[in-house]
């Protein structure tokens, strides 16, 4: 098998490289386990506003459009709806949580995000006696069912190969690279927090980061928008929800906790008013780095490997404008920001 780029790795950042090295016309072969669960699991929301601080998430202006352009396209290509525009609904705690409300959106930065106006809770099912904040520019993408997709895509291209890479059986020459039978110029690292296992980029400070969501059945509970309090509630149609997420440093398992179900559940009791049933727990861990920025380039040494990663909490978001950086470096030279550069930790 002769291809452009190997890809190693199909979470966001897979996806991303692979549609964006396509969109160039290069020819791919991703190969991938399941080892790592992060974008399976991912809430799939898109919020440019961290809403605990009232500031943009880095570059968040930049990439919204981006990935927007970027998700329509691919629903096209696919054939499937998987992206759904839908408000955040910040939920209040207080009159001083109205008033920073009022505040932040005097930020011209936040202006076009924030709607001034608080909207006055008229969902007997949730809990917000203060109100509520709208976000507009927000959405999610079925992560679950965008990947589907595009393996489908790969697989009538035979472009897939579903197994664990060794990477003992990469050969490496100047011009080339050679794994098992498949014949590659370029090869492209996206492994998420599995790259702690990568011999080649193992020296990049992923901290990694385990979240979990519960899902909820709830029928009575019909909210439409994105909720926002201490967790989320998303809805994902169907009378179901996902719950979450928590954040965790230490205990880097992929095993669901019962530690975070009681958390979500104390939270939730405290938001909604409705009875629910409990009908799933989920688990996986972000790549997160130190500085939290992503971690894109070029091996110091060997010039044709190459590493995408670092997304964090917010894959979907920037995965698209950070996989364009990427390709562009391999394809055409641009330089890839200091601020990104994987060589920053080396
Ligand atoms: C609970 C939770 C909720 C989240 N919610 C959101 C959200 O709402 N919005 C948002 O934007 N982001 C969210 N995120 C973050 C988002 O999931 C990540 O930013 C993103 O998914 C990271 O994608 P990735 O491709 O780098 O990593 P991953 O999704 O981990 O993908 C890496 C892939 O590489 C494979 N792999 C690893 N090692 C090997 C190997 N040696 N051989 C072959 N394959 C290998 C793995 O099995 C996996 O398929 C959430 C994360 C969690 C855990």
């Known amino acids: 098998m002769n291809r452009d780029v190997i890809i190693v790795g199909f979470g966001l950042a897979g996806l ?116 509520l904040g709208r976000v507009a520019q927000t959405g999610t993408v079925d992560t679950n069912a965008l990947l589907n997709a595009y393996i489908s895509h790969l697989e009538s291209l035979d472009s897939i190969l579903r197994e664990t890479f060794d990477y003992d059986k990469l050969d490496i020459a100047e011009n080339d690279l050679q794994y098992k039978n498949v014949k590659a110029k370029k090869i492209i690292f996206c492994e998420g927090f599995g790259v702690l296992k990568n011999p080649f980029f193992n020296w990049i400070k992923i901290q990694g980061n385990k979240g979990e969501y519960l899902i909820i059945r709830s029928s009575k509970l019909n909210v439409t928008a994105a909720v926002k309090s201490s967790i989320f509630i998303i809805p994902l149609g169907n009378d179901l929800y996902k719950v979450g997420a928590t954040y965790e440093r230490d205990h880097l398992t992929q095993t669901p906790s019962v530690k975070a179900k009681n958390y979500l559940i104390k939270e939730l009791n405290a938001l909604i008013t409705w009875e629910y049933d409990i009908v799933d727990q989920v688990a996986g861990i972000r790549p997160t780095v130190s500085d939290r920025k992503p971690v894109l380039g070029q091996h110091p040494q060997y010039k044709n490997l190459y590493c995408c990663n670092g997304f964090g909490s917010r894959g979907v978001l920037m995965g698209p404008s950070m996989a364009k950086v990427i390709v562009d470096n391999m394809l055409c030279g641009h330089t890839v920001p200091k601020e990104l550069d994987v060589n920053r930790f080396n």
């Not at 080892?35 to 699991?41: L, M």
């Not at 096209?76 to 998987?82: A, D, T």
Request: proline residues 5%; glycine residues 2%.
């Open 16 to 131: 991303c490289v692979a549609e964006q090295l396509q969109r160039q016309n290069q020819s791919v072969v991703v190969i991938s386990d399941t080892s790592q669960q992060s974008s399976r699991v991912a809430g799939g929301l898109f919020n440019p506003v961290i809403l605990k601080r009232f500031k943009l998430a880095w570059k968040a202006d930049d990439q919204l459009p981006v990935a927007l352009d970027f998700y329509l396209k691919l629903q096209q290509k696919l054939s499937q709806p998987f992206l759904k525009m839908i408000p955040v609904l910040k939920r209040f705690e207080s009159i001083q949580d109205q008033h920073n409300w009022n505040k932040a959106i005097r930020k011209p930065e936040l202006e076009s995000f924030l709607t001034p106006k608080i909207q006055a809770n008229d969902n007997a099912a949730l809990n917000a006696d203060f109100g």
